[in-house]
């Protein structure tokens, strides 16, 4: 075979030009990232492009969504319907009528559980309590819940519309003024006042959008609980920081709370403490009750939905997470963190919601959730179960003309094994938020209802139980 003849230098010269187109490609690439890495700083500059101008009288959501085009579609949202295996709701049809013009409702709590009947028996929740539904349907499904059949007062608003731009308009610009003024008004003259469900105006500043504090109930009982802690004259929307105002502006409204006196005055009972056994002992401090128990005419208490006061209790508080971080995770969009206002459990969102903090399989996570829940509930049940057999006895001693003198420390043991079963039954999470902490109560729970029942079969019977005695 013949060698073919090389040009001398023509191999060198081969390997200097692919060697600049190369260098020129590379050269290309890195400019465009830098270029993509210019624009997406500039995004990040600009948190927002302001199409119009919001102020503090800009109620409407739909109108601060034409500047927040993603975050308001994730809002629009709420009004999906989806039910966890321990919570939310599936839409369940409604014929309406004059009284209720709801073509959808959820699943009725009181009549999936009689039991709550009885535990409730003479109070407003027995006539009609409902599986919880997203934030779209907050106003409209406290405007037409059977329980406004028992006279209901303006502070029930409190936490069931937007109600920053109502009380700022009837205190001519004074917040808590406008709080006082509604608050004792019939529900139905005050409910004139709200326009909407929750609104971006009740948690967001509209000159800096950030998070603010806008209802009175919270701002007057974080400032009772910091002054059990030893701060003075805590101002929420001055002094909380910003991790703390994402859990913050959820506690607003996911609380324990109470109507005090005449004026109906809107109270987190916070100023001994967050417990359980803290906020019994104001209770029982102040004389309060909710309503006499039909069937025992025990003094009986009525908890709410006391997310905020568990969620204190566990491990998630502890390690700084806030309540947006799992019901309300970042999303990204460009350059640009974005929040998901699609308020929902995160066991809808994984993936967001879990999974940033645990890497581990979707379904592992959602197991150990689902397990938390499902011994918290089998506790329910037990503790449900030993409240209505005291409740039973009582009405039986009290049909056989027992007088109330020796019923009195049965009857107390009722009202303490009721709040403790309720704290845990009217909050939101089934025991997730703090696990230890719901099995405690609903432990003792279950002991105070034994307790009554043996209260009742031996007259005189005093349980050592610190609280038991007003």
Known sequence: MTDVPQTPGAAPTRWFLAGVGLAAIVAIVALAVLINIFERKQEARLPYFRVVAVTDTTEDPAVWGQNFPQQYDLYLKTTDQVRTRFGGSEALPHTPTEADPRSVVAQSKIEEDPRLKTMWAGYAFSRDFREERGHAYMLDDQTFTERQQVPQPGTCLHCHASMYLPYMKAGNGDLIRGFEILNPLPYA?????????????????????????????????????????????????????????????????????YFQGPEKRLVYPWAKGLKVENIYAYYQDAHFKDWTHQETG???????????????????????????????PYLRVGAQKVTDHWVRSPLLNINNACQTCHPLAEAELRTRVERIQENTFNLRNQAMDALVALIADLKAARARGVPDAQLATARELQRRAQFYLDFVEAENSTGFHAPQEAARILGEAINYARQGQIAVREPGYRPEIAGVDR
């Open 189 to 257: 003259e005050a409910r004139k006042h709200a326009n909407r469900a929750i609104a971006c105006i009740d948690c967001h500043d509209p000159e800096t959008m950030r998070l603010r504090i806008t209802r009175p109930g919270f701002i007057e009982g974080i400032r009772a609980l910091k002054a059990s802690e030893g701060v003075a004259n805590y101002d929420v929307n001055a002094m909380a920081t910003r991790q703390e105002m994402r859990t913050f502006v959820c506690g607003q409204c996911h609380v324990e709370y």
């Open 298 to 328: 025990a003094d009986a208490l009525k908890a709410q939905h006391p997310e905020f006061e568990l969620w204190n209790q566990g491990v998630h508080a502890r390690s700084a997470v806030a309540c947006a971080d799992c019901h309300m």
